[in-house]
């Protein structure tokens, strides 16, 4: 059973940076392609951006274009997400979890991590 373990969220101020980690066991994780998702309060999860199997393809919404950057290390099963020039409504709980392509972007794990939460200050 897949386990995903989200961390290196918390607050900051406009501006400012972080960088997120999902630690993934329990699969050959270097056979997905992997996404970051958020979900702001009383908002339904998005998706934030996604990295092949490789590394070597990513696919980013318009909204983080230019400031996020996901990248992976499949030796250590764990994808990250660079977080620079944060903006107050960036604001959410970052989740990570398997996609079936950067195309479709289709979750495939039914089990998501417990998230971490990113606060960002005016």
């Known amino acids: 059973q897949v386990q995903l373990v989200e961390s290196g969220g918390g607050l900051v101020q406009a501006g400012g940076s972080l960088r997120l980690s999902c630690a993934a066991s329990?699969?050959?994780?270097?056979?997905?392609?992997m996404g970051w998702f958020r979900q702001a309060p009383g908002k339904e999860r998005e998706f934030v951006a996604g990295?092949?199997?490789?590394?070597?393809?990513?696919y980013y919404e318009d909204s983080v274009k230019g400031r996020f950057t996901i990248s992976r290390d499949n030796a250590k099963n764990t994808v990250y997400l660079q977080m620079n020039s944060l903006k107050p409504e960036d604001t959410a709980v970052y989740y990570c979890?398997?996609?079936?392509?950067?195309?479709?972007?289709?979750?495939?794990?039914?089990?998501w991590g417990q998230g971490t939460q990113v606060t960002v200050s005016s």
């Open positions: 990295i092949s199997r490789t590394g070597a393809g990513t």
């Open positions: 329990g699969r050959t994780f270097r056979s997905y392609a």
């Open positions: 979890n398997a996609v079936n392509n950067l195309l479709q972007r289709i979750v495939l794990f039914g089990s």
